[in-house]
């Protein structure tokens, strides 16, 4: 089994930041991309960042220059530092992973539970 816990989402004013962890752990043997998802209220779920296991990441034009998206392959952790945030920012952020498996080399893609990101004054 593998298992993604996120921590570090909450209620910041607009203009503020948050830094969103992800630890992956469990049957690794390695990770391949890893990103941040989110979905607000009545929409579907996006894409905000990804990173590749070299360090190349790529984002979301809403998040474009706010968002910096990074991991740590030692600890199997990606960070997503959020500033400049906005109201429309608000969503619940979900990391993903896409893992092979140790022993059995088999790849797949996991997904944490999810923190919830509100942006209000």
């Known amino acids: 089994q593998v298992q993604l816990v996120e921590s570090g989402g909450g209620l910041v004013q607009p203009g503020g930041s948050l830094r969103l962890s992800c630890a992956a752990s469990?049957?690794?043997?390695?990770?391949?991309?890893m990103g941040w998802y989110r979905q607000a209220t009545g929409k579907q779920r996006e894409l905000v960042a990804s990173?590749?296991?070299?360090?190349?990441?790529i984002y979301s034009e809403s998040v474009k220059g706010r968002f910096t998206i990074s991991r740590d392959n030692a600890k199997n952790t990606v960070y997503l530092q959020m500033d400049s945030l906005k109201p429309e920012d608000t969503a619940v952020y979900s990391c993903?992973?896409?893992?092979?498996?140790?022993?059995?080399?088999?790849?797949?893609?996991?997904w944490g539970q999810g923190t919830q990101v509100t942006v209000s004054s």
């Open positions: 990173i590749n296991n070299g360090g190349s990441p």
């Open positions: 993903n992973a896409n893992v092979r498996r140790r022993l059995t080399s088999i790849v797949g893609d996991y």
């Open positions: 469990g049957s690794i043997g390695s990770i391949n991309a």
